[in-house]
């Protein structure tokens, strides 16, 4: 921290943004219902990715968003009938990210 202050500054810069963002998840999962953590999940992979398509299971979906299996499916079911997204093995479309929240509960 001595010989490097510059290095300080940006490493706990990162761990507040981390902080930060650990605390927000935190909060989805204790007070939102499930389609949104779903939906506010999928935006934000989206957003890190720098991509609507995500290589992500449904399974990986349930267990980043403290649901199960089944809630996962039922919900991606209903919002690929709506035209929100397209799901395939492994794969995951956002068709319209700017409607994806708005379609939630």
Known sequence: MEFSPKITLNA????????SELRQRYL??????????????LLR?????????LL???QDLAELTGTTL????????????????SSKRGRILI???EALLLGCK
């Not at 706990?12 to 902080?19: A, C, F, H, I, R």
């Not at 989805?28 to 999940?41: D, G, Y």
């Open 12 to 19: 706990l810069k990162l761990l507040g943004e981390e902080l």
């Open 28 to 41: 989805e999962l204790a007070t939102e219902r499930v389609e949104k953590r779903l939906a506010r999940a």
């Open 45 to 53: 992979l989206s957003q890190k990715m720098r991509s609507r398509e």
């Open 56 to 58: 992500l299971s449904r």
């Open 70 to 85: 089944h809630t996962v499916s039922r919900t991606l079911s209903r919002w690929q009938e709506s035209g929100l997204v």
């Open 95 to 97: 068709e319209k990210p």
